[in-house]
């Protein structure tokens, strides 16, 4: 009995191992799977200059895990010309996700495409370098003849493009014109009020007693507002065409006025239309003042009643005389010279508003002295913002970008240096007006000895000095260029001559010395220390020096 107890605790204790060994078996079974797989290849090794080559990478993962790919310029030297879309393929809770990037190189050689971090749950996997082979596209010199170097020539500026300016010219000119005419000289079409401004008094009265009769204002009991308006078209009517102070008197005054017009013979108007017109001023007064409330039919007799009297009025008054016609004829004259003088003057003045305001904003936003410089000129502006050449001087070469073609100076050796020097190769352009100079000098040696900078510098400061530089302040430092070559950069300021003229400016300067056993290259450039355009031209024509040291 205790022997099968025994038994049976050894069976369950086997079995457990045996559970538990199974458990660890699919543990470390489920672990291994999910292990990421990272693949790489390309799609050639051997590409032509300018060609682009496919680098694909896959990774298998877990559907929970989170993947990060390159991204920018990480595959330096070849360039990323585009990282295409991750593809990504699902097969059970596993996820496959691909992606291509485009990479090229525009110089030949072998370039080792590097190893890329790809980064999975915060851990990174490092791929697999490998080289690709970039090869310069075959040129067939045999087929063809081949010519010396032509020598530089000069060349006029080419001005084909001056019709587009003068196209723009001519059309804003068009606009700005056609926008000023139609807006301050153009006789606009009069609007019904301006129409009705411009009727005679007599013709302007019935028009408007015309109006009131077709007003709501006795519909809606509104008879201040309707007496109000009837007597000021006749009273305006009578101060317009009779000439009498009416807006301004009292019904007594007026009533006195028109009487002792009509007495003198001035008005030929009869008493009893005083009298009505008496009758209506005093009803109006009454209702605008003691607030009477006269019946419909009284009102609408009151407005026929003043009808009648500014045609009275009117037939009353005698003919104007021809001179009366010529000066009322000149006063409207007049008047239309006065309204088209104040258009004119109200129209230049917004223009040169327009204007003044259109400089204000350019002055805040470009700076008002680059401003003038634009509408007036600048001699080293235009040269910063013309066509620039990239070209190769002397020999060993000099390669720089500059504004204008450096012209080749004709250097004649003196014959104690011919023995040491085998030739010199200058070239250069002055800016009279900018005083800004630009000057490259390639020599060789009869014997391979090394460049004397020193001397060299010593000679350069002794120049400007004897063209008549002063107070001449010396900095050195180190110089390199793009692609690597070392060199000597001196600079500094002083105090330089204007040609022609005793007169001094304060100038800058920099000298650019290169060199090895045999052969020296300068590059030289002055320029005024005010002139800000000529020192953007000074550190563009920098960054672009490459010398060739072979010689």
């Not at 791929?127 to 020598?151: C, G, H, L, N, R």
């Not at 001519?170 to 009727?199: D, H």
């Not at 009454?286 to 009643?305: G, M, W």
């Not at 300067?509 to 355009?533: A, P």
């Amino acid at each position: 009995m205790q022997r099968r107890n025994h038994i049976n605790i050894l069976s369950l204790s086997w079995s457990r191992c045996a559970l538990t060994v199974c458990l660890l078996l699919f543990l470390f079974s489920g672990k291994a799977q999910e292990k990421p797989t990272i693949v790489t290849s390309v799609d050639t090794t051997y590409i032509k200059i300018g060609e682009q080559v496919h680098w694909k990478v896959s990774v298998d993962i877990d559907s929970t895990d989170q993947v990060i790919f390159p991204e920018g310029q990480t595959f330096s030297p070849l360039e990323t010309v585009e990282a295409f879309a991750t593809d990504t393929t699902k097969k059970k809770d596993r996820l496959t996700l691909q992606k291509i990037y485009a990479l090229t190189q525009f110089d030949s050689g072998s370039y080792k495409l590097p190893t890329q971090r790809i980064e999975i749950n915060g851990i990174g996997y490092f791929t697999d370098s490998m080289m690709i082979d970039v090869e310069t596209v075959p040129v067939d010199t045999v087929a063809q003849k081949m010519y010396d170097i032509k020598p530089l020539i000069n060349v006029e500026k080419s001005h084909t493009d001056w019709w587009k300016y003068l196209v723009i010219g001519i059309l804003v000119f068009l606009i700005l014109g056609f926008l000023f005419y139609w807006f301050f000289i153009r006789k606009k079409p009069l609007t019904q009020e301006e129409k009705e401004a411009l009727l005679p008094a007599y013709d302007k009265a019935l028009l408007e007693l015309k109006r009131l009769e077709n007003s709501k204002y006795l519909i809606q009991d509104e008879f201040k507002e309707y007496y109000s308006e009837l007597t000021t078209i006749v009273r305006a009517y009578l101060e317009e065409d009779v000439h009498v102070a009416a807006l301004e008197s009292t019904t007594g005054q007026l009533i006195e006025k028109l009487e002792l017009l009509s007495d003198s013979g001035e008005l030929e108007l009869d008493k009893d239309t005083i009298k009505q017109f008496n009758n209506i001023l005093q009803t109006a007064d009454l209702v605008k003042f003691a607030r009477t409330k006269p019946s419909t039919s009284i009102a609408e007799q009151d407005r026929k009643l003043v009808e009648q009297i500014v045609v009275r009025t009117h037939e009353a008054l005698p003919e104007p005389t021809e001179e009366e016609l010529m000066q009322q004829a000149e006063y409207l004259e007049e008047l239309s010279r006065k309204k088209q003088k104040r258009k004119l003057i109200i129209g230049l003045s917004t223009l040169a508003g327009i204007i003044v305001l259109g400089v204000v904003i350019a002055g805040f936003k470009f700076g008002f002295t680059y401003l003038k410089d634009t509408v007036l000129g600048h001699p080293t502006k235009e040269l910063l913002e013309g066509e620039w050449i990239s070209s190769s001087y002397g020999f060993p070469p000099i390669i720089l970008e500059t504004p204008k073609v450096l012209v080749r100076q004709e250097v004649k050796l003196p014959p104690e240096a011919k023995a040491n020097i085998q030739d010199i190769q200058a070239f250069g352009y002055h800016s009279p007006i900018g005083l800004f100079t630009v000057a490259t000098t390639s020599v060789t040696m009869n014997q391979e000895v090394e460049a004397a900078f020193q001397q060299s510098i010593e000679q350069i400061i002794k120049g400007f000095e004897n063209q008549g530089a002063k107070n001449i302040i010396t900095k050195q430092e180190e110089f390199t260029t793009i692609s690597g070559v070392k060199g000597i950069k001196v600079y500094g300021s002083g105090d330089f001559p204007v040609p022609g003229s005793n007169e001094l400016l304060k100038g800058k300067y920099t000298v650019l010395l290169f060199g090895g056993k045999g052969f020296q290259q300068n590059v030289i450039l002055t320029w005024l220390e005010s002139d800000t355009y000529a020192q953007e031209i000074v550190d563009r024509i920098l960054t672009s020096v490459e010398v060739k040291t072979d010689v």
